[in-house]
């Protein structure tokens, strides 16, 4: 048979194992929150570390590849005119007028990739972005309007 308890002698065994009846206090809502913060912001500092880590460790690869693929590129471009070249003087041209055939098309080429290059430059501005926000303003920005 069971002994029933009376509710202080529950109240006086909760108090002295460290239970309470009573829900936890503001001060005790907001501890709680404030380390969940701080748990969330660790995990969320800790996601950023790792993935600038990896878009890092990925640039240089990038970066290695790029210069790889450069290096395949000039040489593919030289074999090709080379070959160009080797055309040239067996179907009877003198090879320094082939030679310099070569170098003009590569000065030609040159020429209109700068040309192309220098042209787009102008986007790199932001040029209608600036006439956007100077038409609202009604400020003149570097002489344009």
């Keep these: 048979m069971q002994a029933q308890l009376s ?4 109240a ?4 002295r194992d460290g239970a309470s009846s009573e829900p936890p206090g503001v001060f005790d809502s907001v501890k709680s929150l ?10 969320h500092l800790r996601i950023i570390s790792l993935e600038t880590r990896l878009a890092g460790e990925s640039l240089v690869n990038m970066i290695a ?5 450069a290096v ?3 040489s593919a471009w030289l074999m090709l005119v ?7 003087v067996d179907s009877g041209v003198v090879i320094i007028a082939a030679l310099l055939l070569a170098a003009a098309v590569n000065l030609g080429i040159a020429f209109v990739l700068f040309r192309a290059i220098r042209n787009m430059s102008h986007h790199l501005g932001f040029p209608a972005t600036i006439r956007s ?13």
């Design 65 to 69: 590849a790029g210069v790889v693929l």
């Design 7 to 10: 509710p202080d002698e529950i």
């Design 12 to 15: 006086s065994a909760n108090r």
């Design 34 to 43: 404030g380390g969940s913060l701080y748990g969330l912001a660790h995990d």
């Design 133 to 145: 926000l100077g038409n609202k303003s009604g400020a003149v920005h570097g002489g344009e309007s």
């Design 82 to 88: 080379a070959i160009g070249v080797m055309l040239l």
């Design 72 to 74: 395949l590129v000039v």
